[in-house]
């Protein structure tokens, strides 16, 4: 499966998360919304729609430095909130076809919260080829597609 065909894929399973996704599928999809952040985030920088900036004021060297964090734009904020449900779907459906619960994505982050273990624990699950044949969450997607 191809980059746009990944898009248009998970765009018109929009909130579908049943069924399995083929790793090409997925990544072209994570590829995707990188690509959306970074353009929400270089949109947001130009017109300056930053939301909850700080500015940190610290002394090093009888020096009085100033950082300014930039925030959160509201592009960005956009983009995520219309790019959440496909993502979290697509992000199930590539769990199902290697054999697992798409809950496995609530269990991942949360044990990233406590450590980074969980991250890397749904990277493993998601680099794994899927299951070969049908499971029980659906039909081979290598083979259904050609």
């Known amino acids: 499966m191809g980059f746009i065909e990944a898009i248009k894929h998970n765009f018109s399973n929009y909130a579908t998360f ?3 996704a083929q790793r090409s599928q ?4 994570y590829l995707f919304i990188v690509i ?17 900036k700080t500015t940190y004021e610290f002394t090093m060297n009888d020096q009085v430095n100033v950082y300014e964090s930039p925030g959160v734009g509201f ?16 992000m199930a459906r590539r769990l199902h076809d290697t054999d697992r ?5 609530l269990w991942g982050y949360l044990l990233a919260i406590l450590c980074c273990i969980g991250f890397i624990i749904l990277l493993v699950f998601w680099l794994q080829r899927g299951t070969p044949g049908d499971n029980k969450y659906g ?7 050609g």
């Open 139 to 145: 039909a081979d997607p290598l083979t259904a597609n």
């Open 75 to 90: 592009l960005f904020i956009v983009a995520w909130l219309v790019l959440l449900l496909p993502t979290l779907a697509v």
């Open 36 to 52: 959306v952040y970074a353009i929400a985030n270089v949109g947001d920088s130009l017109i300056g729609w930053g939301v909850g």
């Open 101 to 105: 619960s798409g809950w496995w994505i």
């Open 26 to 29: 997925f990544w072209w999809w």
């Open 18 to 20: 049943s069924g399995r």
